[in-house]
């Protein structure tokens, strides 16, 4: 059974800095695209970043360049996401997402409709 399990969410206040982990069993994902989502109360599930399977490549929404990083390390088959600068803005619940039909990371992979395996998400609250 394939699992995506996140960790790492909280309550944090503006200017504040977490880091979410995504841990992947049932199979290996070295070989996949890896990104972040997330979805604000009221609001539908956003595109946050995301990584090619080389590490090489990342591509991010814009509200959050320069503020976030994702990385991944496929021998533990884990991909994190470190945000830093947060703001109350940024709340929501984020989901990690897994897929081997992504193409370019700049087009289909800040889709949704291109991951094949999600995790369950977690909270992340940014006070002002």
């Known amino acids: 059974q394939v699992q995506l399990v996140e960790s790492g969410g909280g309550l944090v206040q503006a200017g504040g800095s977490l880091r979410l982990s995504c841990a992947a069993s049932?199979?290996?994902?070295?070989?996949?695209?890896m990104a972040w989502f997330r979805q604000a109360p009221g609001k539908e599930r956003a595109f946050v970043a995301t990584?090619?399977?080389?590490?090489?490549?990342?591509y991010y929404t814009d509200s959050v360049k320069g503020r976030f990083t994702i990385s991944r390390d496929n021998a533990k088959n884990t991909v994190y996401l470190q945000m830093n600068s947060l703001n109350p803005e940024d709340t929501a619940v984020y989901y990690c997402?897994?897929?081997?039909?992504?193409?370019?990371?700049?087009?289909?992979?800040?889709?949704?409709?291109?991951?094949?395996?999600w995790g369950q998400g977690t909270q992340v609250t940014v006070s002002s």
């Open positions: 997402a897994g897929g081997f039909r992504v193409r370019r990371t700049d087009v289909d992979g800040a889709t949704d409709r291109a991951y094949d395996y």
């Open positions: 990584i090619r399977w080389t590490g090489s490549s990342t």
């Open positions: 049932g199979r290996t994902f070295s070989n996949a695209a």
